[in-house]
């Protein structure tokens, strides 16, 4: 079976910091890439950083970019987000997925196959 489990989220001031896990289990870690998206409320569920399965690539949204650095252990099976300067923007719950040996650059969410249950990020003003 299967498991995507985010943590690290909380309530941090805006310019503050957090550093988000997804810590996966039930399959071969090291064939997949791994995204984190973010859904604010009452909006979609929207891209935010993905590192492929080998860890030579990363991909960021525009709105994260130089802020937010994403990052993977294999021997640990657990992707990181680093999240910098925090906006109040930046607030939503967070969700990593994981899709079989795809390129970092895949920015849509049917590509990919599991999922965590969230972990909910704020960032006040």
């Known amino acids: 079976q299967v498991r995507l489990v985010e943590s690290g989220g909380g309530l941090v001031q805006a310019g503050g910091s957090l550093r988000l896990s997804c810590a996966a289990s039930?399959?071969?870690?090291?064939?997949?890439?791994i995204a984190w998206f973010r859904q604010a409320p009452e909006k979609e569920r929207e891209f935010v950083a993905s590192?492929?399965?080998?860890?030579?690539?990363?991909y960021y949204a525009d709105s994260v970019k130089g802020r937010f650095t994403i990052s993977r252990d294999n021997a640990k099976n657990t992707v990181y987000l680093q999240m910098n300067s925090l906006k109040p923007e930046d607030t939503a719950v967070y969700y990593c997925?994981?899709?079989?040996?795809?390129?970092?650059?895949?920015?849509?969410?049917?590509?990919?196959?599991?999922w965590g249950q969230g972990t909910q990020v704020t960032a006040s003003s």
């Open positions: 997925g994981a899709n079989y040996y795809g390129t970092a650059g895949l920015t849509g969410e049917a590509h990919y196959s599991y």
């Open positions: 039930g399959l071969t870690f090291s064939t997949y890439t």
């Open positions: 590192i492929s399965w080998n860890g030579g690539s990363t």
